[in-house]
């Protein structure tokens, strides 16, 4: 049997090649920008014109020793000795094909859910194509999108089965690392490989094309081991407060720009609080301007608080040009179970772009994962919560491949491997209005700086630069530490007189008052 690499898998479609544009002129140069399989696909072509493309095709792949298949076909297939089929839901069965193809040959089916994979499974393929992950051009699509979000789950039912999975529908390079990073299971099992169209055919430089996918593969399959998931098993409480003592001074010292697309009821005192901590906010919601301050700014903060529909893409551009340029994206779904819409607008944003944390209560949280143990009144949880809440922060964490903060008396963050909780704060700070949405300010800020203090070049194969999770600490901890403080000064009587007094003390909080009041603990 062939040993198929399908890092970089071309399926042909000669209607998109651009005016001009030879088709076999145009299959060479994607050869020789780095594509490592191709599949002929020729829904309109008779069967004369067919085996001729096909026959050609071959030839100039075999000069490169990249493997071919044939979409549907299998007359085509054994015609020119191909290297096997991939078959979609409605064509040939499995067992059929195999029966008639070589031992040895491929065969690939398109998969859409868990039941097509499975069924894939028991039919003994050699690989399954997962999709559409994007909305396409290239092909009218008769199943649901299955999104970057919702690979993960199929790729979990190929654990142990040698099976590989493909992704296809929509990739092109500006959104090829979003779905590498995304296509990840909870067990840590991603994509053997994507399946392109437009982008190299529809190119007047395929080679070119071709080489810019390339290079954002090896990049991703190279960080790929490490993650962005930090092992912190070994890591003592000591080291973690003295990682966000040391933040304190980085973020003093840097001043780091924060965009902040934001609750619009809270911008106010989210600036106010992002520059008692030492940052500098910019509260930016103007589509056009989003690139360029994607370029200016140390980190990004989405929050949904007041959800509009004009604001989607504001919020997908902003978040979209963050992971371009790889700086921090903090994202809380406030108010995510209170309404349809919010549930949709917050699964297409993320399926848009990749967060480095999540922050939300146990409301949020339990709505974003699907989980009915908390109900939400509002933007509000209410009940008891969740029964094992470390539990469900490393689950989720695992699932929406970054950081993931549940605030509450008790907050708790993860980063899929380890959990930490933090016993700080002070209840009146839940009675001030937005106080969720100034601690997702706060996670922003922090994490600014712990991307700045990483000092790591750029990486074409990474989404966000430095550790995420102890950005993420910090910013709850010297919140709710400073939450303490103001609320035990005597000029405080409430709510009213309290934010002035958080203000006041996120300003002059020392790192000897956060290292005697932190209550933190590690969960490996």
């Not at 089929?85 to 868990?114: F, K, Y």
């Not at 003994?124 to 993960?152: C, E, F, M, Q, S």
């Not at 430095?466 to 035990?488: Q, Y």
């Not at 003390?505 to 969960?523: N, Q």
């Amino acid at each position: 049997m062939t040993v198929i690499d399908y890092s970089l898998y071309l399926v042909t479609g000669r209607n998109l090649l651009p005016l001009g544009k030879d088709y076999y002129q145009s299959l060479e140069e994607s050869l020789q920008g780095g594509v490592t399989l191709v599949q002929i696909r020729e829904k309109h072509a008779d069967t004369a014109e067919f085996l001729e493309i096909a026959t050609k095709s071959k030839a100039i792949c075999d000069k490169y020793n990249v493997p071919v298949l044939i979409n549907d076909r299998i007359d085509i297939a054994l015609a020119v000795h191909a290297h096997g089929v991939h078959l979609g839901q409605t064509d040939m069965s499995v067992a059929q094909a195999r029966a008639m193809l070589p031992p040895g040959a491929i065969i690939g089916v398109s998969c859409n859910n868990e039941e097509h994979v499975k069924n894939a499974l028991r039919d003994g393929v050699d690989y399954i194509g997962i999709g559409a992950v994007w909305g396409t051009k290239t092909k009218k699509l008769t199943n649901p999108l299955v999104g970057v979000r919702g690979v993960g789950s199929l790729l979990e039912v190929l654990d142990g089965t040698g099976v590989k999975g493909v992704v296809i529908g929509g990739i092109k390079s500006t959104n090829l690392l979003r779905t590498l990073h995304g296509s990840v299971s909870r067990t840590n099992h991603a994509v053997d490989g994507v399946a392109v169209v437009s982008d190299i055919v529809a190119s007047s430089e395929p080679r070119h094309a071709a080489e810019k996918l390339s290079k954002v593969l090896r990049a991703f399959k190279a960080d790929l081991p490490i993650s962005v998931l930090a092992v912190r098993a070994d890591s003592a409480r000591h080291s973690i407060i003295e990682g966000v003592v040391r933040l304190m001074k980085v973020v003093r010292e840097l001043n780091p720009l924060v965009h902040q697309i934001t609750n619009n009821v809270v911008a106010t005192q989210s600036a106010n609080v992002t520059l008692a901590i030492g940052g500098s906010p910019i509260m930016a919601t103007e589509p056009q301007e989003m690139e360029d301050l994607s370029r200016i700014c140390n980190s990004l903060l989405i929050n949904i608080g007041t959800m509009r529909s004009d604001g989607m893409l504001s919020m997908s551009r902003a978040g979209y040009f963050a992971n371009a340029n790889q700086k921090p994206l903090v994202f809380d779904p406030v108010g995510i179970g209170a309404s349809t819409f919010r549930k949709d607008t917050v699964q297409e944003l993320l399926n848009v772009f990749q967060a480095s944390a999540i922050k939300g209560n146990a409301g949020e949280l339990a709505a974003l994962a699907g989980s009915v143990e908390v109900e939400t009144k509002g933007v509000d949880s209410i009940g008891s919560g969740f029964k094992d809440p470390i539990s469900f922060v490393m689950t989720l964490a695992r699932k929406e491949r970054c950081v993931v903060v549940l605030t509450g008396p008790v907050d708790y963050l993860s980063d899929g491997v380890t959990v930490i909780t933090l016993r700080n704060g002070h209840e009146i700070l839940g009675k001030i209005t937005g106080s969720g949405c100034i601690a997702g300010s706060s996670v922003a800020t922090f994490c600014a700086a712990a991307a700045f203090e990483s000092q790591e070049p750029p990486n074409a194969g990474k989404l966000v630069r430095g550790d995420i999770l102890l950005g993420s600490v910090a910013g709850i901890l010297v919140l709710t530490v400073a939450a303490e403080v103001a609320a035990a000064r005597s000029d405080v009587k409430g709510p009213g007189t309290f934010l002035p007094a958080l203000i006041d003390e996120l300003w002059a909080l020392t790192p000897e008052t956060l290292r005697s009041k932190a209550k933190l603990e590690i969960h490996a």
